[in-house]
């Protein structure tokens, strides 16, 4: 028989904790956010937890089935935060822009919980509302059904797998961060010519582009490169349909 779901209020420790707060879920993945950025993406532990929130580590086992349900309940609040920071105008390529970077804005804000969730997914009813929106204006654009699903799957994919790249960059600690970043002084572009001429010749440009996120660009290329399809589509009428159907989106 499934275990049965208790609702968060019939599941809310009723005497405060140590520190005076109530535990609830919203509660839990607020001080998970906080140990993970204290503690680093490794660091959160249901001991750890408990002592952030003033609290037996068991008393997390009423709210979440385990460690692993609660790191989805963190992927949930940055996507959720993402969907509470965009507002559709009904500009398909703008909207989708908009809530791509509010999406990788979220998970940047949160990098150390961005390493440990990007990669997943919660099912979560935030997460749904994200992928509903995303759906949405796809197909409220008049992009087939079939070219809706695979541009979303590229569109999630991409701002997903920025986030947790960038994330990964921001979560190291200043010192090895600098270092990574000094490096396209210190060695590439100190290469010479004879043996490296390409890396050589674009040495400088390189230093200054290569420490920022090239999300945004491949954002924009993606979503132009939709709209052209999309643009010749309905130019040449009913038949241009099927071509934008077959977009392929490999990567």
């Known amino acids: 028989m499934p275990k049965q779901v208790v609702p968060e209020q019939a599941r809310r420790r009723r005497r405060p904790t140590r520190q005076g707060s109530v535990l609830s879920e919203t509660l839990i993945v607020h001080t998970a956010l906080r140990v993970l950025a204290e503690h680093g993406s490794t660091g959160l532990t249901a001991r750890r937890l408990g002592a952030a929130l003033g609290a037996d580590p068991s008393t997390l086992y009423r709210y979440f089935a385990g460690m692993d349900d609660l790191t989805r309940a963190i992927g949930e609040e940055l996507m959720g935060r993402a969907l509470d920071n965009w507002t559709a105008t009904g500009r398909w390529q703008a909207d989708l822009r908009a809530l791509g970077l509010a999406i990788h804005s979220s998970y940047l804000a949160h990098p150390q919980a961005a390493v440990l969730t990007a990669s997943r997914v919660t099912g979560r009813p935030r997460e749904i509302a994200v992928d509903e929106a995303i759906l949405g204006v796809l197909r409220g654009a008049g992009f087939p059904d079939a070219t809706a699903v695979r541009l979303y799957h590229a569109f999630i994919d991409t701002s997903l797998a920025f986030a947790a790249l960038d994330a990964g960059s921001l979560a190291l600690t200043d010192a090895a961060r600098e270092t990574d970043e000094e490096m396209w002084n210190s060695t590439y572009a100190r290469l010479p010519a004879a043996t490296h001429p390409h890396i050589a010749a674009t040495?400088?440009?390189?230093?200054?582009?290569?420490?920022?996120?090239?999300?945004?660009?491949?954002?924009?290329?993606?979503?132009?490169?939709?709209?052209?399809?999309?643009?010749?589509?309905?130019?040449?009428?009913?038949?241009?349909?099927?071509?934008?159907?077959?977009?392929?989106?490999?990567?």
């Open 203 to 251: 040495a400088r440009l390189l230093a200054g582009c290569m420490t920022h996120s090239v999300y945004p660009v491949v954002l924009d290329t993606l979503l132009n490169d939709a709209a052209a399809r999309l643009g010749t589509a309905r130019a040449n009428g009913p038949k241009g349909g099927g071509s934008v159907g077959r977009r392929s989106t490999a990567r």
